[in-house]
């Protein structure tokens, strides 16, 4: 996977900056595909749109959504559980419902595990 993008804009940054924009928004994902396909800036965020609404679709519809050396987005749904009031003890039911999941693959999650190694051996 190419992560080329997002180092050029951290290698700019100080520390600081950095932790501030480690978090990448649809706005990056417009910006990446206007500069590295040199569609408009508006296409771009046709395509990214399209792309998480269809995501969203499979999702809503219990469709799993693999991508490939990234990970599977899927949905699971959850039982009624006792819970408590961590601030007063007080006990409570949470209810039944449907939550999103994501399994990295083994590609991702290795890459990920190699990427904090290099981070804690500098």
Known sequence: MDNSYLNTILDNK???DQAKTSTLSKVHFVDMLYDRMGI???EATT???AV???IEQALLKGRDVKLANFGTFSTRDKSARPGRNPKTGESHEICARRVVTFI???YLRDAVAESAKKKDAS
């Open 14 to 16: 100080s520390p600081e």
């Open 40 to 42: 408009s800036r508006a």
């Open 47 to 49: 395509v990214i749109e």
């Open 52 to 54: 998480f609404d269809e």
């Open 104 to 106: 990295p693959s083994p």
